[in-house]
């Protein structure tokens, strides 16, 4: 019952940034897209895997403030970014529909979650179930992410929902720099 419990709060943490994108996604008003959702779940559980793997085979040789800090530096930047993006919007009445680059995209989230790989690793988290724990959540966080994004859009928040998802992303990013934390 520990393994499992392990693997699935791991997936959680490995996914927050993933949900909070996901709102911006939805207050923006991109529409939900499997193809979008499946590169970035696939993309993302590979690096994971792949950094739980490294882990496993002696991560803990990795220098420190390669795994603890640059996730938290990556969620800073997609943080400011969300934030600039939304202030070049200011005055704009077309919706913006622009979906983005999926494989950069996915590129950013893994790189953030390969030092919470390295680190599961070294701490005995099996690959294999991580994985799917990871893939699995990271669906479920991004549908709910873009539904939770589309309330916002659609209710009296509408205006705050793109800036609250930059905030929450760089808080997110501050809180890891700070605390040492694994997102």
Not at 1 to 25: E, K, R, Y
Not at 28 to 42: F, V, W
Not at 57 to 86: C, K, N, Q, S, V
Not at 103 to 116: F, Q, S
């Amino acid at each position: 019952m520990t393994c499992v419990l392990s693997v699935f709060l791991f997936a959680l943490a490995c996914n927050l940034d993933t949900l909070t994108l996901a709102v911006g996604f939805g207050a923006r008003g991109i529409p939900p897209s499997l193809k979008r959702d499946l590169t970035l779940a696939g993309v993302t559980t590979l690096i994971t895997t792949l950094a739980v793997c490294l882990g496993a085979l002696g991560g803990d040789r990795f220098p420190e403030a390669l795994t603890d800090r640059g996730g938290g530096l990556i969620l800073i930047g997609m943080g400011l970014w969300t934030l600039l993006d939304w202030l070049r919007s200011l005055g704009q009445t077309e919706e913006m529909t622009a979906q983005g680059d999926y494989l950069a995209l996915a590129a950013v989230l893994a790189l953030n979650n390969a030092g919470a790989g390295l680190a599961a690793g070294v701490g005995g988290l099996s690959p294999v179930w991580s994985g799917g724990a990871n893939f699995l959540v990271s669906l479920l966080f991004l549908s709910l992410g873009i539904r939770l994004g589309g309330k916002l859009r659609d209710g009296r928040l509408s205006r705050l929902a793109l800036p609250l998802s930059g905030v929450l992303l760089v808080l997110l990013g501050l809180l890891c720099q700070k605390k040492g934390l694994y997102v």
